[in-house]
């Protein structure tokens, strides 16, 4: 143990998990837009142009609103955090707004790429360009 009644991780241990959880949510927005998001296609691919049209606008409309509400409630928490002082309960005292400030701005970010895919999608734009394969990721 570091400390008396530790855990046994030095108190940077929760720096270093507040930066992961604010990596996975700040890459949430260009991971969309690269179209490299895990999509099931199994209805889409059965329908006729028309309707998948219709299908990824109403999925993108749905879509765009969870991402709102995320991106509200994630904002909300981190002023919240900050206007009531709220500090970790670690050894290091960290105000928590600023670990959660990564999941904000993450969270923010995803909502306009879904704005943004929303839009092009209204106004008759391709989202993304697939690559040869049919599949828009590839990995190797």
């Given at each position: 143990n570091f400390m008396p009644g530790g855990n046994g991780r030095p108190p940077v241990s929760a720096c270093i998990f507040s930066c992961m959880a604010a990596s996975a949510f700040l890459a949430l927005?260009?991971?969309l837009r690269r179209g490299e998001h895990i999509r099931v296609t199994l209805?889409?691919?059965?329908?006729?142009?028309?309707?998948?049209?219709?299908?990824?606008?109403?999925?993108?409309?749905?879509?765009?609103?969870?991402?709102?509400?995320l991106a509200?409630?994630?904002?909300?928490?981190?002023?919240?955090?900050w206007s009531f002082h709220d500090i970790s309960t670690g050894l290091d005292a960290t105000p928590l707004w600023i670990p959660q400030l990564g999941m904000a701005a993450g969270t923010l970010l995803f909502c306009l790429a879904f704005a943004q895919d929303l839009f092009d999608?209204?106004?008759?734009?391709?989202?993304?360009?697939?690559?040869?394969g049919g599949e828009p990721a590839h990995i190797e």
């Open positions: 927005a260009h991971t209805i889409l691919n059965h329908l006729g142009p028309k309707a998948q049209r219709v299908l990824e606008i109403l999925c993108h409309g749905a879509a765009l609103l969870l991402s709102g509400a509200w409630f994630s904002v909300r928490l981190a002023w919240q955090s999608l209204l106004r008759g734009r391709d989202l993304r360009i697939e690559r040869e």
